[in-house]
C-alpha cells in the first residue's frame, strides 16, 4: 500500500537528511506553494490547487526574500530597523561631511539642509514642487539619537506582533501608508517633519482597533494603556518639544481606519494572499521609488535660492 503523499515527502526530507549528514548529494523535494501552502510535486512549476507559478510570481518572490531575514521572525520588521539605522548613519555622515554633525547635535540636533536634502516633509515643496516622494523618506530620517533610539524600542515593540497578526505583505503597506499620511496632514499645514513615529502611530492605531474588536479583560487593559500613551504623547506635543502632533494625529487616525477595515489575521485564501502580497509590493516599490527620486534631487537649489 502506497503511503499518503505528504509522507512520502517527510520520508524523502530525512533521507536527504541523512545524505546530506554523510556527505551524499542533496536529492531534490517536494515543495510547499507560497501562495496556498499546497503540497506540490519536485518537477511542479505551477500549483495543482490554485494555479500560481512557483518560478515567478509575487508569493514566490516575497518568499524568497522573506527567507533572507529568517522565516517567521518578523522580516518586514528586521528590514524598517536596519533601514532606519542606515539612513541615521548616512544623515550623520552627510552633515560630518558639511562641517555640522560635531558636538551634542548627534543627540537631538541633526537637521537643517542636511536633512531636507535627504528628503525630509515639507509643506512648501511636497505640494509647491511636487516632490512626493518626501512622504516616505521622511519616515527614515532621525533628528538624533534620542529620536531614532525611542522610535526604534517602540517598532520593535509593535511591530512583530502586527507582523504576525497580519502577514509581512499586510504590515509593510499599513506601515508606510500610515507614515505617508501623517506626513501629508502635517504638510498639508506647512509643517517641516520627519521621524518615523507617524508610521509608528499608525500600528497604534491599529493594535487599537484589534481591541475594540476582540472582548476580553485583556483586550481591555492594552486599550487603556496605549490610550494613555498616545494621550501623554500629545500633550508633550504641546507643550512645544518639537513633537509633530499632526503626523501622529494623522498616521493614528488612517492606522485605527484600516485595523477597522481589515481583518486582524493572516490571509487565509489564494485571493487574500494575491491581495496581500500586492499591496506589500506596491508599498516596497513606492519606498525604493521615493529614495531613488530623493538622491536624484538631492543638489537641486534650496527653496527660495533659485
Known sequence: MALPYRWQWRLERWKSAVRGFFGGEQQPRPKLCPACGALVGISATRCHECGASLRFSLAALSKSVGGLFGENEAPVTTVLLITNILMFGVSWLAMASSGGGGGFRILWGMGGETMYRLGAS???SIFGLHEWYRLVTAMFLHGGLIHIGFNMMALMQFGPALEELYGSARYLFFYVVTGMFGFLVSAALGNYSLGASGALLGLVGLMLAVTTKRGGAYMREI???????????????????GIDNYAHAGGLALGFALGKVFADRQPMNVKENRTAYALGW???????????????????PLPGRG
Open 282 to 300: 506596491l508599498a516596497g516599490l513606492v519606498v525604493i521609488a521615493s529614495f531613488v527620486l530623493m538622491f536624484l534631487h538631492f543638489h537641486d
Open 223 to 241: 486599550r487603556s494603556r496605549l490610550i494613555s500613551s498616545v494621550a501623554i504623547l500629545f500633550l508633550l506635543g504641546f507643550s512645544g518639544v
Open 122 to 124: 515639507f509643506g512648501p
